[in-house]
């Protein structure tokens, strides 16, 4: 039984990661006021193109930061259309959606030539620090348990916390205390989306070791609404994080479980973190606040 539950444990930590990076990326961007529901586009671009980055340097590191890249690259691009062109939130970010979609559909058989899915071979992939028979403890979940708490730390604890908190709350008064507003969304919109192309080459590149058009499997809208559930709160997004990575590893056991199969079917428990989600953001919804001026483009008088 302990057996059992060390597995489970140890594969919750593990499916948590790109679920709680982009969920924590997405917190820092809306609380300086900047919407992007790309993170799905961002996840699944960073996935593809993070293996790739990792076969050809031969290190799994640099695929994780080619990930990490794209991301930034996406977030750039969603940030100057939203922050400098006061463009609509989210339309650019429907458009990352459907670009990711073309662009890893046609990217994998002209790449690597196979038809819907490449196998990143085994040694592209991150040694394990805690590695035993029930499952491999991944460096990127204490990476990941790091990043949340340094963010957690900067956005309530310091003067730039409250510069991007004040952004995404009243960007009238920023101004008028001589905060570049604009700056600020531009730079926190990156580092969302940073931090959720980090998590889509996890995917890839160390995780699951292969590179589909359906790998993000809905994690992006996902981590948006642990963002909710969390009241954008850096340290609760890791809560709901694990949350559903339990559920998510707790259907792939099952899966792999014949005897478990007969009683409760493997299909069933796929669709409990997409219910138990839906579950929690109903019950939450009114009782959390949302950044005042969060996906209202900012325009000096």
């Not at 059992?4 to 948590?16: E, H, K, R, V």
């Not at 961002?42 to 990930?67: H, R, T, V």
């Not at 592209?124 to 990043?147: C, D, E, N, Q, W």
């Amino acid at each position: 039984m302990m057996d059992t539950a060390l597995s489970i444990l140890i594969g919750a930590l593990t499916a948590m990661v790109p679920l709680v990076l982009t969920s924590v990326g997405a917190t820092v961007s809306e609380r300086a006021g900047v919407v992007n529901i790309g993170y799905e586009g961002i996840l699944l671009m960073s996935a593809f193109f993070g293996a790739m980055f990792a076969e050809i340097s031969g290190s799994p590191w640099i695929g994780l930061i080619g990930g990490a890249f794209i991301g930034m690259l996406l977030g750039m691009l969603h940030g100057f259309i939203t922050v400098y062109l006061k463009g609509d939130h989210v339309i650019p970010g429907i458009g990352v959606n459907l670009l990711a979609l073309g662009v890893v559909a046609f990217g994998i058989p002209a790449y690597w030539g196979t038809a819907g899915q490449h196998q990143v071979p085994s040694n592209f992939r991150i040694a394990p620090i805690i590695k035993t028979a029930y499952g491999s403890l991944s460096p990127m979940v204490l990476i990941t348990i790091v990043i949340v708490v340094l963010t957690h730390w900067v956005l309530f604890r310091t003067p730039l916390g409250l510069r991007i908190r004040s952004v995404g709350e009243n960007p009238e008064a920023a101004d008028a205390l001589g905060i570049n507003v604009e700056r600020y969304r531009f730079l926190a919109t990156v580092y969302g989306a940073t931090l959720a192309g980090l998590g889509g080459a996890f995917m890839s590149v160390d995780w699951l070791g292969t590179v589909t058009k359906q790998l993000s499997a809905g994690r992006g809208f996902i981590a948006l609404a642990n963002m909710v559930f969390s009241g954008w709160n850096p340290l609760r997004a890791l809560l709901g994080g694990f949350i559903f990575g339990f559920f998510d590893n707790l259907s792939v056991w099952v899966r792999t479980n014949p005897t478990v199969q007969e009683i409760i079917p493997w299909q069933f428990v796929a669709t409990l973190p997409y219910l138990v989600t839906l579950i929690i953001v109903a019950g939450i919804i009114g009782r959390v606040r949302a950044p005042k001026a969060d996906g209202k483009p900012y325009k000096r008088e």
